[in-house]
């Protein structure tokens, strides 16, 4: 596979992720590499969250330049409370 074509930052409620709220994961949104060093710009702002609700954030990297479009794995997971 080749370099990541963007980034999609996924959110859940609770404080890890399950295969029950995997499938309710929320697309918080997405970023794209800065080339020509391609890091991706790290500035996503979530504006629906709720108060006293907790989320656990997580990336997944798209390689949109394979036929089919592949997906990587999930990151580690960063929990939020709000």
Known sequence: MGAPTSYEVYR???TTVTSANFAL???VGTVSPVLPATLPATTIVDANVKNH???TYFVIAVFANESPTQR???SNYV???H
Request: charged share 5%; net charge positive; no cysteine.
């Open 12 to 14: 859940v409620i609770g």
């Open 25 to 27: 994961k929320v697309l």
């Open 53 to 55: 609700t907790t989320y």
């Open 72 to 74: 990587s794995g999930t």
């Open 79 to 81: 929990t939020q409370p």
